[in-house]
Nanobody, 125 residues
């Protein structure tokens, strides 16, 4: 089993920045891909970004590319999401996810085996 705990959410004005963290524990050696998803009120969960174990391959949703940066520190078993130039439409609960699969559809939430509890990001206009 793998446990994931997010932190770093909060309230920020439009144009501001936040950095989310996700600490992994347990059988972390089994993790291949880690990612961030978000769910806004009344909307379905959507893919934000993901990164492979080596950290050399990243994927982004079009809506955040160029503003958000995903990274991971395998020595600390921690995943990060640096969010810059935040917009009101970025308001959502952000959840960290992990998958042990080698071949998967990065953007599909059902491909991930483990989830954190989520952290709320609110962007005011």
């Amino acid at each position: 089993q793998v446990q994931l705990v997010e932190s770093g959410g909060g309230l920020v004005q439009a144009g501001g920045s936040l950095r989310l963290s996700c600490a992994a524990s347990g059988r972390t050696f089994s993790i291949n891909v880690m990612g961030w998803f978000r769910q806004a009120p009344g909307k379905e969960r959507e893919f934000v970004a993901s990164i492979r174990r080596a950290g050399d391959t990243t994927y982004y949703a079009d809506s955040v590319r160029g503003r958000f940066t995903i990274s991971r520190d395998n020595a600390k078993n921690t995943l990060y999401l640096q969010m810059n130039n935040l917009k009101p439409e970025d308001t959502a609960v952000y959840s960290c996810a992990a998958s042990s699969r080698v071949f998967l559809n990065i953007r599909r939430s059902t491909e991930y085996d483990y989830w954190g509890q989520g952290t709320l990001v609110t962007v005011s206009s």
